[in-house]
């Protein structure tokens, strides 16, 4: 038997997806997982792409099956288990070989997983995919870390499977080590503010004009003929107007409202922070969904404390519509100024408008904006800002009247909208010249002599307060 050209370990929802991909396209590919049972199923499933699946028992025999040098793509969990499998299927391997982590990893574990390869002469690439099952098997965004030389070794398969956006397949190397799975943390950050900020606009819907989640859900799909077009609005309307077979009702009136997070959204704020930054729209996304989870002490709490509302009819659907697109563009624009950040701090060289252009299709944040962006990263903007580039100042400037009005009456009807005031405050910062922070190192100056810089003189002064 001649031997596969990549081998695909953990069977899952995205493994067996990516592999029976790979398969459509031609290449030899050996599959294996942990709990060798769920094998025979998934060569079931795979019907006639089965000729080109080779499977294996035991990881001995999957490794003996693969080309030289290897190329594993790993589809497990990204935690303890990727670090147990390293440690057993390194003794395995030659110099050369390359094993690919295709979960949702922290940068961090990516960097010295690196490291740690690097010294036995072995390729460890941490590789963000996006696109949920379905674009694993048609077509994923993938955002590549790692060598060259393990690019050059994945670079046909990849280009192969991925998403194409107007023929351009939607992957590429973006940089050493942690690179890729930064970048699909970010991207994964910015996806939590734009999904809030949809949650945001249905909870003002729902709550203050008493809509049904229904004709929300057709003002949605209506949406995604315009300016907002993009998977995640596609799927709003769809998921609005699904209905519950058994009770009639719309199947979202049934889901409790407590949303689950892996940890990408929070690492996306975390990191921001420590480089300084603040992704003001995503912070509020990933707090939305840590509240949601305190469902008890919001019951006991919606009866104890005064809501002190003042009733305001909600703007039109037209000034929520371009409230919603405001809120993309800024949650996407703190997303690659942390990108930036990043990419400073680890000396990547970031390649900004390719990432854009990347998750132009088969990723969940894909959307028309996208191709905007990646024109404006292009462009060279003032301060390499991407809201300061002039295509995106003209959005800017058609929607933030909307974003003030419809954040203004949230916050008067009392509906929490973070992730829409996070990134309002965010563009208020900016583009203030003069903000109130002499006060804040006044304050520092007064309790810990911390100095400050005047307006009139060089070098760090004191008050006069302490003398
Ligand atoms: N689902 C999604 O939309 C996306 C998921 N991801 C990432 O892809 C990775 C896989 O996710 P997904 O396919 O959804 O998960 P699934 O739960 O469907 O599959 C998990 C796979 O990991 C294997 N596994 C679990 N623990 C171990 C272990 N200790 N040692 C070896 N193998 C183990 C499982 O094997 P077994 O069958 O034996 O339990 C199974 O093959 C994750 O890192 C996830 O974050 C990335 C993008 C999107
Ligand atoms: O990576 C993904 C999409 O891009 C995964 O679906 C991930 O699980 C989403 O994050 P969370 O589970 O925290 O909502």
């Known amino acids: 038997m001649s031997k596969a050209q990549i081998g695909v370990y953990g ?43 080779h499977p294996f028992d035991t990881l001995e025999e999957f490794i003996q099956g693969l080309a030289t040098p290897r190329v594993i793509l790993f589809m497990i969990p990204s935690t303890k288990p990727m670090d147990m499998m390293i440690e057993a299927v390194t003794p395995l391997l030659e110099p050369g070989d390359t094993i690919i982590d295709g979960g949702n990893a922290n940068f961090h574990d990516t960097r010295r997983r690196s490291a740690l390869m690097a010294k036995q002469d072995l390729h460890f690439v941490g590789m963000g995919v996006s696109g949920g099952e379905s674009g694993a098997r048609h077509g994923p965004s993938m955002m590549v870390g790692g060598t060259k030389h393990s690019w050059t070794q994945l670079k046909p398969i990849l280009q192969e499977i991925a998403a194409k956006y107007q023929g351009d397949p939607c992957v590429d190397h973006l940089g050493p080590d942690g690179a890729g799975h930064f970048v699909k943390t970010a991207h994964n950050g910015i996806e939590y503010a734009d999904m809030q900020a949809i949650a945001e606009i249905y909870a003002l819907l729902r709550d203050v004009t008493g809509w049904d989640a229904p004709q929300i859900g057709a003002l949605f799909e209506g949406w995604n003929d315009g300016p907002l077009h993009s998977y995640l609005i596609g799927i709003s309307g769809k998921v609005l107007q699904a209905t519950d077979p058994e009770t009639g009702k719309p199947v979202v009136d049934l889901i409790v409202d407590q949303a689950g997070q892996k940890g990408t959204g929070r690492w996306t704020v975390i990191e921001a922070l420590k480089l300084g930054q603040s992704a003001s729209a995503i912070e509020g996304a990933v707090g939305a969904r840590a509240w949601s989870a305190e469902k008890e002490t919001r019951k006991v709490a919606q009866g104890l404390l005064t809501a002190g ?4 009819d909600l703007p039109d659907a037209d000034d929520l519509q371009a409230a919603l697109l405001a809120a993309r563009i800024l949650g996407h624009a703190q997303g690659f100024r942390v990108l930036q950040a990043a990419s400073d701090e680890y000396d990547w060289s970031l390649n900004l408008p390719r990432i854009a252009e990347i998750w132009r299709a088969g990723c969940i944040i894909r ?38 009005r419809v954040v203004a009456s949230a916050v008067t009807n009392g509906i929490p909208v973070p992730a829409l005031t996070g990134a309002l405050a965010w563009y208020d910062s900016i583009r203030t010249a003069r903000g109130s922070t002499n006060l804040i190192q006044a304050q520092r100056d007064f309790f810990g002599e911390h100095g ?14 302490n003398s």
């Open 452 to 465: 400050f810089i005047r307006i009139d003189k060089d070098g760090v002064q004191h008050g006069p307060w």
């Open 309 to 312: 509302t003042i009733p305001v």
């Open 367 to 404: 959307s028309s904006l996208l191709d905007d962006l990646a024109d404006a990263l292009r462009s060279d903007p003032p301060q390499g800002e991407l809201i300061l580039a002039p295509a995106i100042r003209a959005s800017l400037d058609t929607t933030i009247a909307p974003l003030r």
């Open 11 to 53: 069977l899952g929802t995205m493994g067996s997806a990516l592999a029976l991909n790979m398969a459509e396209h031609g290449f030899q590919v050996a599959v294996t997982n942990r709990e060798v049972d769920w094998i025979a199923p998934f060569m079931q499933e795979a019907g006639d792409l089965a000729k080109n699946l």
